[in-house]
């Protein structure tokens, strides 16, 4: 049996990750597994082909896409071809379904992309449904990574929502950290008040939130790890030096390997204005850390069991984040409950209810 992935490129993010995690589930299974990228580039080219066959489709527009992929299922006739983020939602099923070989379709989105395509007006809007209402209609199954996704998938399509399924991003426990001295040397204060946040420099993510909420959390000691990059990093200089606490955020940059930073912080915080499934908080629960999120649509309520292993405070509020975060920082943690739920989003699960997926599609 042989399933291919198909992806825009290998850039780091979080879709890409975690359909190399997926994809090491389904080679331990004993699957054939390839990597179909439009274009072979991105920070995680190299662990990429390390893992697994990869294949450039040399698509530098979509709008090339459907030719060349159309000669790739027709050459290697995977069984399942899965493809994540629109536009390759809806090009991957209609190629499937115009070739002989009946390659099953999988389509998955990661995002709520009603809010993340909000500002490209309204013929984009029009395009964008049109062509999920259609593509999504070909497909053999439909997986939104949270229930959020997939009712703004069902939403989008005009489709009813039993035709959609939610698998959680699969997010393996960590390998032990390769060199966690690095992370220590960082953090220049001891252990008990270091908070960590891991994701992408970038405006949704609303770490200027968590920034503020840091100057109000009355913890003096407190010191903020900011784990990435982004166009968002000057504007989040400029803040902390307005409030006075440039000395106690310090921003790290981007690592492939962030392992040694969950292992060495006290407290994980999310402060997003929106995340369709929130991999970084699996991540720290991994890692026996106490969460605080802003309870932002869709993945961190869910992940989180609507409070029940983490805290959640409404999307930016500072002050209620401030207070959850001193809160946390005080309670005792146990960390061997918060990783048995991380357990609970275990790649071999992930793989496995997306074969289910595939036999459930064929029966609606």
């Not at 389509?107 to 992309?113: P, T």
């Not at 449904?129 to 069902?154: E, H, N, P």
Request: charged share 20%; net charge positive; aromatic share 6%.
């Amino acid at each position: 049996m042989k399933i291919a992935f198909l992806l825009p490129d290998l850039r780091g993010g979080g879709a890409e990750r975690v359909n190399l995690c997926l994809a090491d589930a389904f080679a331990e299974r004993g699957w054939s597994v390839e990597i179909v990228l439009m274009q072979a580039q991105g920070a995680f080219m190299a662990e990429g082909r390390a893992r697994f066959p990869v294949v450039s489709l040399g698509c530098r527009r979509v709008r090339t896409l459907p030719i060349a992929l159309a000669r790739y299922v027709s050459y290697a006739r995977p069984d399942i071809l899965i493809a994540s983020m629109w536009p390759l939602t809806v090009i991957a099923p209609f190629v499937c379904a115009m070739l002989s070989h009946r390659t099953k379709c999988i389509v998955v989105e990661h995002g709520i992309l009603s809010a993340q395509y909000a500002g490209r007006g309204p013929l984009h809007r029009l395009v964008m449904k049109a062509t999920m209402a259609i593509g999504y209609r070909l497909s053999q199954a439909r997986i939104g990574v949270s229930r959020g996704v997939a009712q703004d998938m069902a939403r989008l399509a005009a489709m009813p929502i039993d035709r959609f399924d939610v698998v959680g991003n699969p997010i393996p426990a960590p390998a032990p950290a390769s060199d966690p001295h690095k992370a220590e040397a960082m953090w220049g204060i001891p252990r008990g008040a270091r908070i960590l946040t891991v994701g992408s420099l970038k405006a949704v993510k609303n770490q200027v939130l968590l920034i503020e909420a840091l100057s109000r959390c009355g913890r003096k000691d407190a010191r903020l790890m900011i784990l990435g990059a982004g166009p968002e990093e000057g504007r989040l200089r400029a803040r902390a030096d307005e409030l006075g606490i440039t000395d106690r955020v310090i921003l790290a940059g981007f690592h492939d390997d962030p392992g040694p930073f969950y292992a060495s912080a006290d407290l994980f915080v999310l402060s997003s204005n929106a995340e369709g499934f929130g991999n970084v908080i699996v991540e720290a629960l991994h890692a026996g850390l106490p969460v605080v999120s802003t309870d932002c649509p869709s993945g961190p309520a869910e992940i989180l069991a609507d409070g029940r292993w983490g805290h959640l405070t409404p999307v930016g509020d500072a002050g209620s984040m401030a207070m959850a975060m001193a809160k946390a920082l005080a309670m005792p943690v146990d960390r061997s409950a918060l990783r048995r739920r991380a357990a609970d989003f275990s790649p071999l699960r992930a793989a496995t209810a997306y074969l289910a997926t595939v036999e459930q599609g064929n029966a609606r």
